[in-house]
């Protein structure tokens, strides 16, 4: 192996303006240092313990149930509530009231005193008054269908269908999970040196983790209970297909654009990463495994089930030619000296197809690649440093921007969008400029238009000007030009994407940021929102222990009629009913 060139990464990278164009950044798959893909490995590694530890619910399944989750170094809980609601009040949006399932993940022991102020406070979400030792707090509603199907066939002894699983992949679907010192809870800080969740988002996928064991075990309780002697557990291999689904609006993208230094340092360690692995020379032993990812793509790409037509087209597409590089994989390895060219010879296919691709190569170095899974953490300090000039930054600007400074904000078609928060909702909104309401509480996201502004600003000034100088007399550029000065000194930089423009898409963001999450399953419903899974197809917890555990989780399948059969002598073992 060519030592030199595996371990010299920073001059292999992918440039920004490959890697940050909203395109690629919206056709994002998970890898091996997504979070939920670092959350499950170390629950493995550090063999964390988790058990029922309070399991009161009535015969219809409400009321609250407790989880203990022990670490090598603290104890946890779960504490699930879940309440009758009609269909009525089940709502994806934020601004609901009420939902089938309010949770909460939070440090130390539950007392019955700690217990009734939970009950008290965590249904009513935003609303309620927590202790701060909750870590995450948040709320799923069922996949009512999902739900029924599976309660109703179990307790008649028989298996769901496989089929009406795959359209949905989850029971239970989150609306919110929130974290870092949200409505009083817990701030990042008390996390910071906590070696169990000092990793970002890390203690809400851990808590999303634990609801999926909770809806498994809610549908086989309630099975139980309405079945009796003739009720049976579901299959296993379904069990480890169901994940736990998500509704991703437009909120998500204002995060994207108001932490630029947190997606810098995710695309950078990402792009770091993958630099390794295209480095490395190609072996015809890695030819086997590869091409198993791609066919499991392939055939993950065919399960896909979703109601938009682009990504629909996006899927076919990308299965076509990844077909056709299944076909010609090996003599492209032959042919090939690193698995750079590999890539190099494969950007014809789509983004999609190529992201892909890329995924599956970092599965083939789980050494190199998980060696950065603690590296998303970053400061997100804007600064720009005394004693530049105005050319200091000019030079910034046409070498990190040019998406923005050669593009003519004067053009109706460039200012599109604008962004504001809606007064009665709270939630992020598109308007039409010149057209619609609220234009004048437009959100400052106008990153693209910001930047064009600035360099207009400094052209005109000596290019020997102090910036503290210029900054002085035109302070309405201090914001942006510490932004640009920060992150055109990074990386991966900003994302280049004007969000105003009339044809950008904000499902670029949301998909880039739900897949360094780890979400599988794209189901674009719009525009503007999305539903995802998280820890589809992951192991179950009882397997995280075995010494053979594996991640071999990428691309989830559904099961074989072969894979259910295998199962169904264990589920009559385990329950004594029919399989």
Same mark, same amino acid.
């Given at each position: 192996?060519? @030592?030199?060139?595996?371990?010299?990464?920073?001059?292999?990278?992918?440039?920004?303006?490959?890697?940050?164009?909203?395109?690629?950044?919206?056709?994002?798959?998970?890898?091996?240092?997504?979070?939920?893909? !670092?959350?499950?490995?170390?629950?493995?590694? #550090?063999?964390?313990?988790?058990?029922?530890?309070?399991?009161?619910?009535?015969? #219809?399944?409400?009321?609250?149930?407790?989880?203990?989750?022990?670490?090598?170094?603290? +104890?946890?809980?779960? +504490?699930?509530?879940?309440?009758?609601?009609?269909?009525?009040?089940?709502?994806?949006? +934020?601004?609901? %009231?009420?939902?089938?399932?309010?949770?909460?993940?939070?440090?130390?022991?539950?007392?019955? /005193?700690?217990?009734?102020?939970?009950?008290?406070?965590?249904?009513?979400?935003?609303?309620?008054?927590?202790?701060?030792?909750?870590?995450?707090?948040?709320? /799923?509603?069922?996949?009512?269908?999902?739900?029924?199907?599976?309660?109703?066939?179990? @307790?008649?002894?028989?298996?769901?269908?496989?089929?009406?699983? @795959?359209?949905?992949?989850?029971?239970?679907? !989150?609306?919110?999970?929130?974290?870092?010192?949200?409505?009083?809870?817990?701030?990042?800080?008390?996390?910071?040196?906590?070696?169990?969740?000092? #990793?970002?988002?890390?203690?809400?996928?851990?808590?999303?983790?634990?609801?999926? %064991?909770?809806?498994?075990?809610?549908?086989?309780?309630?099975?139980?209970?309405?079945?009796?002697?003739?009720?049976?557990?579901?299959?296993?291999?379904?069990?480890?297909?169901?994940?736990?689904?998500?509704?991703?609006?437009?909120?998500?993208?204002?995060? &994207?654009?108001?932490?630029?230094?947190?997606?810098?340092?995710?695309?950078?360690?990402?792009? @770091?990463?993958?630099?390794?692995?295209?480095?490395?020379?190609?072996?015809?032993?890695?030819?086997?495994?590869?091409?198993?990812? $791609?066919?499991?793509?392939?055939?993950?790409?065919?399960?896909?089930?979703?109601?938009? %037509?682009?990504?629909?087209?996006?899927?076919?597409?990308?299965?076509?030619?990844?077909?056709?590089?299944?076909?010609?994989?090996?003599?492209?390895?032959?042919?090939?000296?690193?698995?750079?060219?590999?890539?190099?010879?494969?950007?014809?296919?789509?983004?999609?197809?190529?992201?892909?691709?890329?995924?599956?190569?970092?599965? $083939?170095?789980?050494?190199?690649?998980?060696?950065?899974?603690?590296?998303?953490?970053?400061?997100? !300090?804007?600064?720009?440093?005394?004693?530049?000039?105005?050319?200091? &930054?000019?030079?910034?600007?046409?070498?990190?921007?040019?998406?923005?400074?050669?593009?003519?904000?004067?053009?109706?078609?460039?200012?599109?969008?604008?962004?504001?928060?809606?007064?009665?909702?709270?939630?992020?909104?598109?308007?039409?400029?010149?057209?619609?309401?609220?234009?004048?509480?437009?959100?400052?996201?106008?990153?693209?238009?910001? +930047?064009?502004?600035?360099?207009?600003?400094?052209?005109?000034?000596?290019?020997?000007?102090?910036?503290?100088?210029?900054?002085?007399? #035109?302070?309405?550029?201090?914001?942006?030009?510490?932004?640009?000065?920060?992150?055109?000194?990074?990386?991966?930089?900003?994302?280049?994407?004007?969000?105003?423009?009339?044809?950008? $898409?904000?499902?670029?963001?949301?998909?880039?940021?739900?897949?360094?999450? =780890?979400? !599988?399953?794209?189901?674009?419903?719009?525009?503007?929102?999305?539903?995802?899974?998280?820890?589809?197809?992951?192991?179950?917890?009882?397997?995280?222990?075995?010494?053979?555990?594996?991640?071999?989780?990428?691309?989830?399948?559904?099961?074989?009629?072969?894979?259910?059969?295998?199962?169904?002598?264990?589920?009559?073992?385990?329950?004594? =009913?029919?399989?």
């Amino acid at each position: 192996m060519d @030592a030199h060139r595996s371990t010299n990464t920073k001059a292999s990278m992918r440039s920004a303006d490959v890697v940050m164009v909203p395109e690629r950044l919206g056709a994002m798959h998970q890898n091996r240092i997504s979070f939920v893909r !670092t959350m499950i490995r170390k629950m493995a590694q #550090q063999q964390w313990q988790v058990t029922q530890h309070e399991w009161q619910l009535c015969p #219809q399944g409400f009321g609250h149930v407790i989880y203990k989750l022990v670490t090598p170094h603290h +104890v946890y809980h779960l +504490v699930v509530f879940c309440d009758h609601i009609a269909d009525d009040e089940r709502n994806d949006r +934020v601004i609901a %009231e009420k939902w089938d399932v309010t949770f909460a993940l939070l440090q130390g022991d539950v007392d019955v /005193a700690l217990l009734e102020r939970l009950r008290a406070n965590v249904p009513l979400q935003e609303a309620g008054r927590n202790p701060n030792t909750v870590l995450v707090l948040a709320r /799923a509603n069922k996949s009512v269908r999902v739900f029924e199907h599976i309660v109703s066939h179990l @307790a008649t002894g028989v298996q769901p269908d496989p089929a009406a699983l @795959a359209e949905v992949g989850y029971i239970l679907r !989150t609306t919110a999970v929130y974290g870092n010192g949200k409505f009083g809870i817990a701030d990042f800080k008390l996390l910071e040196n906590n070696p169990d969740f000092n #990793q970002s988002f890390s203690a809400q996928m851990c808590a999303v983790y634990l609801l999926r %064991e909770f809806s498994l075990d809610w549908v086989n309780y309630l099975a139980k209970q309405q079945g009796g002697a003739q009720a049976i557990a579901l299959h296993r291999e379904l069990q480890r297909y169901l994940g736990i689904g998500n509704a991703t609006g437009l909120g998500m993208a204002p995060y &994207l654009i108001n932490h630029p230094c947190i997606v810098d340092q995710w695309m950078t360690t990402r792009e @770091a990463a993958l630099a390794e692995v295209l480095a490395c020379p190609t072996e015809l032993a890695k030819y086997a495994y590869l091409q198993a990812l $791609l066919q499991k793509a392939i055939l993950h790409l065919t399960q896909v089930v979703t109601i938009n %037509e682009h990504q629909q087209l996006l899927n076919n597409v990308a299965e076509s030619e990844l077909k056709r590089l299944d076909n010609e994989l090996e003599a492209l390895i032959t042919s090939c000296d690193t698995w750079q060219q590999v890539v190099e010879s494969s950007l014809h296919m789509s983004m999609e197809a190529q992201e892909i691709l890329l995924t599956c190569l970092m599965e $083939l170095y789980p050494e190199r690649v998980d060696a950065y899974q603690e590296q998303m953490n970053c400061d997100e !300090t804007l600064s720009l440093p005394s004693g530049k000039q105005v050319q200091d &930054l000019i030079t910034t600007l046409e070498q990190h921007y040019r998406w923005a400074i050669d593009t003519d904000f004067n053009q109706t078609e460039n200012s599109y969008w604008f962004w504001y928060r809606s007064q009665d909702k709270e939630e992020p909104r598109l308007g039409v400029r010149g057209e619609e309401a609220g234009e004048e509480r437009e959100l400052p996201l106008d990153i693209g238009r910001q +930047v064009y502004r600035l360099y207009q600003a400094l052209s005109v000034q000596p290019p020997t000007q102090s910036l503290a100088e210029f900054l002085v007399l #035109q302070p309405q550029f201090r914001a942006i030009a510490r932004r640009v000065w920060t992150l055109g000194n990074k990386a991966m930089g900003d994302i280049q994407m004007n969000v105003l423009h009339q044809a950008s $898409l904000p499902m670029h963001l949301l998909r880039c940021k739900l897949a360094v999450f =780890g979400a !599988t399953k794209f189901d674009p419903r719009s525009d503007r929102w999305v539903r995802v899974t998280f820890f589809q197809g992951a192991p179950l917890l009882d397997e995280l222990s075995t010494p053979s555990f594996q991640e071999q989780w990428l691309f989830p399948l559904l099961p074989s009629q072969d894979e259910l059969k295998a199962s169904c002598h264990s589920n009559q073992q385990q329950y004594g =009913g029919k399989g």
